[in-house]
Antibody, heavy 118, light 108 residues
Framework: QVQLQESGPGLVKPSETLSLTCSVSGGSMNSFYWSWIRQPPGKELEWIGYIFYSGSTKYNPSLKSRVTISLDTSKNQFSLKLTSVTAADTAVYYC????????????WGRGTLVTVSA | DIQMTQSPSTLSASVGETVTITCRASQSIGFWLAWYQQKPGQAPNLLIYKASALETGVPSRFSGSGSGTEFTLTISSLQPDDFAIYYCQQYNTYFTWTFGQGTRVEFK
């Protein structure tokens, strides 16, 4: 059974870059799309972007100028970089797996809290 | 942008009741709608995709319906494990996803 695990710093300073990695175990990365979703404390979910196993990407227009998602199939990992962070970027960040036939997020990591603070 | 509006924001119910949550899209999304359940401190869990398809392993008391702009999630015979927050999620032809603001199902 496929499992996802987020990793990265839990504290980032304002104006710096948030970097997270999602490690995929128990399955191949082929034929799926891999997304990042975040949830500020007490608020709703926000889709950040995805990368398809082929390497094509799509980002939330509201974050597009600051987001990069990359894929390393040899390591079974994909990553998120979010530049110029502010306190508004404080959230639990989830990595997820979906399929284009259902366009839903079937598998989720447990999430990691990233706090933006000096 | 397509906006998703869930109602109610909070729902009080008792074990055994049938509850319904509604999600409305600001424009037609066909049947590209999913429902998730989230418990405190946990990641969301997919319940329904393509408006009415039950995810593997999800109890049959959960059901979804609708198309176009109006969708519903129904929980038949509410169980103690069902008290949680429920989110709808839409996918549109611009290849982006949006979530609703959530509905909290609490014990009456």
């Amino acid at each position: 059974q496929v499992q996802l695990q987020e990793s990265g710093p839990g504290l980032v300073k304002p104006s710096e870059t948030l970097s997270l990695t999602c490690s995929v175990s128990g399955g191949s990365m082929n034929s799926f799309y891999w997304s990042w979703i975040r949830q500020p404390p007490g608020k709703e979910l926000e889709w950040i972007g995805y990368i398809f196993y082929s390497g094509s990407t799509k980002y939330n227009p509201s974050l597009k100028s600051r987001v990069t998602i990359s894929l390393d199939t040899s390591k079974n990992q994909f990553s998120l970089k979010l530049t110029s962070v502010t306190a508004a970027d404080t959230a639990v960040y989830y990595c997820t797996r979906g399929t284009m036939t259902t366009v839903a997020f079937h598998v989720w990591g447990r999430g990691t809290l990233v706090t933006v603070s000096a | 942008d397509i906006q998703m509006t869930q109602s109610p924001s909070t729902l009080s119910a008792s074990v055994g009741e049938t509850v319904t949550i509604t999600c409305r899209a600001s424009q037609s999304i066909g049947f590209w709608l999913a429902w998730y359940q989230q418990k405190p401190g946990q990641a969301p869990n997919l319940l329904i995709y393509k408006a009415s398809a039950l995810e593997t392993g999800v109890p049959s008391r959960f059901s979804g319906s609708g198309s176009g702009t109006e969708f519903t999630l129904t929980i038949s015979s509410l169980q103690p494990d069902d008290f949680a927050i429920y989110y709808c999620q839409q996918y549109n032809t611009y290849f982006t996803w949006t979530f609703g603001q959530g509905t909290r199902v609490e014990f009456k």
